[in-house]
C-alpha cells in the first residue's frame, strides 16, 4: 500500500527529498525501512517514466496523457470550475508542450538522474528524457515563430 501511496504527486516533494538524503548518507540497503524507501521511488519511476523513453513510444503515451488531461478539462468546464493548467483543450498547443518540458525539468529528470546513481543502468534514460524535452522546446520555437 506505502508503494501505491508514494506516486500521488501530491507527496512527492517529501518523497523525493527524504529518498535523496537517504542515497546521500549511504544508507544500508540491506535494511527493510531502506528497501522500502527504494521501491516507493522505483515504483514512482515507473509511473513517470514515459518522458524518459524513445521518442516514438514517449509520444504515444504523451497523446494519451493529453487525452486525459483534456478530459478532465472538459468536466471541470462543464461544471463550471476553473480548468487546472495544461488541462485546457483551447489552450492545447503551447499549454502541453509547456506542461511536458516543466514535468521533465522538476519531476522526471531529477528523479531518473537520483534512481541512477543507484542503478547506473537508468543512465541512458537521463538522456532519452533530456532529448525529448529538447523537441518540445524546438517544437516551441517553431509555433512561436
Same mark, same amino acid.
Given at each position: 500500500?506505502?508503494?501505491?501511496?508514494?506516486? @500521488?504527486?501530491s507527496n512527492?516533494?517529501?518523497?523525493?527529498?527524504?529518498? /535523496?538524503?537517504?542515497?546521500? @548518507?549511504h544508507? @544500508? &540497503?540491506?535494511?527493510?525501512?531502506?528497501?522500502?524507501?527504494?521501491? #516507493?521511488?522505483?515504483? /514512482?519511476?515507473?509511473?513517470?517514466?514515459?518522458?524518459?523513453?524513445?521518442?516514438?513510444l514517449?509520444? $504515444? &503515451?504523451?497523446?494519451? *496523457?493529453?487525452?486525459?488531461?483534456?478530459?478532465?478539462? @472538459?468536466?471541470?468546464?462543464?461544471?463550471?470550475?476553473?480548468?487546472?493548467p495544461f488541462?485546457d483543450?483551447?489552450?492545447e498547443?503551447?499549454d502541453?508542450?509547456?506542461?511536458?518540458?516543466?514535468?521533465?525539468?522538476? *519531476?522526471? *529528470?531529477?528523479?531518473?538522474?537520483?534512481?541512477?546513481?543507484?542503478?547506473p543502468?537508468? $543512465?541512458?534514460?537521463?538522456?532519452? #528524457?533530456?532529448?525529448? /524535452?529538447e523537441? &518540445?522546446?524546438?517544437?516551441?520555437?517553431?509555433?512561436?515563430?
Amino acid at each position: 500500500i506505502e508503494m501505491v501511496l508514494a506516486t @500521488d504527486m501530491s507527496n512527492h516533494a517529501k518523497i523525493f527529498e527524504g529518498f /535523496k538524503r537517504t542515497v546521500s @548518507d549511504h544508507r @544500508d &540497503w540491506s535494511i527493510k525501512e531502506q528497501k522500502c524507501e527504494a521501491m #516507493c521511488m522505483s515504483l /514512482k519511476l515507473a509511473d513517470i517514466s514515459n518522458c524518459s523513453r524513445p521518442r516514438h513510444l514517449y509520444m $504515444e &503515451w504523451a497523446k494519451n *496523457i493529453s487525452a486525459e488531461f483534456f478530459q478532465q478539462g @472538459d468536466a471541470e468546464s462543464r461544471l463550471g470550475f476553473p480548468i487546472s493548467p495544461f488541462m485546457d483543450r483551447r489552450k492545447e498547443r503551447l499549454d502541453f508542450p509547456q506542461g511536458q518540458i516543466s514535468f521533465m525539468n522538476f *519531476i522526471v *529528470i531529477p528523479m531518473v538522474e537520483l534512481m541512477s546513481e543507484l542503478l547506473p543502468e537508468l $543512465e541512458p534514460a537521463v538522456g532519452l #528524457c533530456q532529448r525529448n /524535452k529538447e523537441e &518540445w522546446q524546438q517544437f516551441l520555437k517553431t509555433v512561436s515563430n
